[in-house]
């Protein structure tokens, strides 16, 4: 029965971390969009012409972290 406790408080930790890490990630995200449109906004009254222009990149792949990585076992 004291494992079954144990467990449940780790479970519980992961969770508080995992959920610290979700809302984190969500200001972040608030933060950026209002960068993007921060800077939208600065080069459409320039007249840049950004809108038109292609964009390219390169996507670089990274292996997926496992579920032990950096949360712990789950």
Same mark, same amino acid.
């Given at each position: 029965? !004291?494992? #079954? *406790?144990?467990?449940? /408080?780790? =479970?519980?930790?992961?969770?508080?971390?995992?959920?610290?890490?979700?809302? !984190?990630?969500?200001? =972040?995200?608030?933060? #950026?969009? #209002?960068?993007?449109?921060? #800077?939208?906004?600065?080069?459409? %009254?320039? *007249?840049?012409?950004? /809108?038109? *222009?292609?964009? %390219?990149?390169?996507?670089?792949?990274? +292996?997926? +972290?496992? %579920?032990?990585?950096?949360?712990? +076992?789950?």
């Amino acid at each position: 029965m !004291q494992a #079954l *406790g144990r467990r449940c /408080r780790e =479970i519980e930790q992961v969770n508080e971390r995992l959920l610290a890490r979700l809302q !984190q990630v969500q200001r =972040i995200t608030r933060r #950026l969009q #209002l960068e993007r449109r921060f #800077l939208m906004k600065v080069l459409d %009254s320039y *007249g840049d012409g950004y /809108r038109a *222009g292609q964009l %390219s990149f390169l996507l670089q792949v990274r +292996p997926v +972290p496992t %579920s032990t990585d950096q949360y712990g +076992p789950v």
